[in-house]
């Protein structure tokens, strides 16, 4: 069983960054693949980066080279670096944990959800 745990949203102004954190509970994070998804009202929870137990970071096309995910396995976190943010960033912002081999980008392959945290970007 893991715990996620997501902090650092707030409001930001467009061109600002942001730094999200999620802390794991238990002492197999590493065995965890990990995700960032966000989910903006009235749409669905889209993949916005992901992060393979080695370290292979990957984007969805519209945060690449702005946003970048990283992981420390002995904090037993996981962070989304927002940078040059934009209006349209603008959701609640999920973090996510597997240990399923498929597809990152795919929401159905984690096993455990954090509660969210909302970013929201004024222009």
């Known amino acids: 069983q893991v715990q996620l745990v997501e902090s650092g949203g707030g409001l930001a102004q467009a061109g600002g960054s942001l730094r999200l954190s999620c802390a794991a509970s238990?002492?197999?994070?590493?065995?965890?693949?990990m995700g960032w998804f966000r989910q903006a009202p009235g749409k669905e929870r889209d993949f916005v980066a992901g992060?393979?137990?080695?370290?292979?970071?990957y984007y969805t096309d519209s945060v690449k080279g702005r946003f970048t995910i990283a992981r420390d396995n002995a904090k037993n976190t996981v962070y989304l670096q927002m940078n040059s943010l934009k209006p349209e960033d603008t959701a609640v912002y999920y973090c996510?944990?597997?240990?399923?081999?498929?597809?990152?980008?795919?929401?159905?392959?984690?096993?455990?959800w954090g509660q969210g945290t909302q970013v929201t970007v004024s222009s």
């Open positions: 238990g002492r197999t994070f590493s065995y965890y693949r």
């Open positions: 992060i393979s137990r080695s370290g292979d970071t």
């Open positions: 996510a944990a597997t240990r399923a081999n498929s597809d990152l980008r795919v929401a159905y392959v984690y096993d455990y």
